[in-house]
């Protein structure tokens, strides 16, 4: 097995607290809310929302796949660091076995956010994965989160 990492870094207009409570501790509200083509719903199967809980997404018509679970790594609400990993799903492979999440939110000097972020794909045997290989998936969240981020702009007092 191997474990092959990946990082990237933008910024938001949205200071951490509301970010980290739209984009993690209300996804799963929100997001079927502002975009039902991408996720159709969001439940929690097993936990209580905290670490070790696990939560079905269920994508919408347009996707290329029908559900993930995910299991809750860590969350530290006072340092807005998120972390999970997908443990199933036709999003998985027999290439990958996992990935792995961790999202961190800083406040920057603008008074916006710097959204911090590292993939950590977990292969089976001696595959190897590429940047062009995520590169679709990574189009596809950054498309989420300029949703939100654009949904939070547009409503100011959502989520304070």
């Known amino acids: 097995m191997g474990v092959f990492t990946y990082t990237d870094e933008s910024t938001s207009v949205i200071p951490p607290p509301r970010l980290f409570k739209a984009l993690v501790l209300e996804a799963d509200t929100l997001i079927p809310k502002i975009a039902p083509q991408s996720v159709k719903s969001a439940e929690i199967v097993e936990g209580d929302g905290g670490v070790g809980t696990i939560k079905k997404i269920s994508f919408g018509e347009g996707s290329h796949y029908s559900y993930v679970k995910h299991r ?4 530290d609400k006072d340092n807005f660091v998120y972390s999970y990993s997908l443990v199933e799903g036709d999003a998985l492979s027999d290439k990958v076995e996992k990935i792995s999440y961790e999202i961190k939110l800083v406040a920057s000097a603008d008074g916006g956010s710097i959204i911090k972020s590292s993939s950590n794909y ?5 595959v190897e ?3 062009e290989d995520v590169k679709a998936g990574k189009e596809k969240a950054t498309g989420l989160f300029k949703l939100i981020e654009n949904y939070l702009v547009a409503n100011p007092d959502a989520y304070n």
Do not use: C, F, Q, V
């Not at 977990?122 to 001696?126: A, I, L, P």
């Open 72 to 75: 809750i790594d860590g969350l």
């Open 129 to 131: 994965i590429k940047e």
């Open 122 to 126: 977990h292969t089976t045997g001696d």
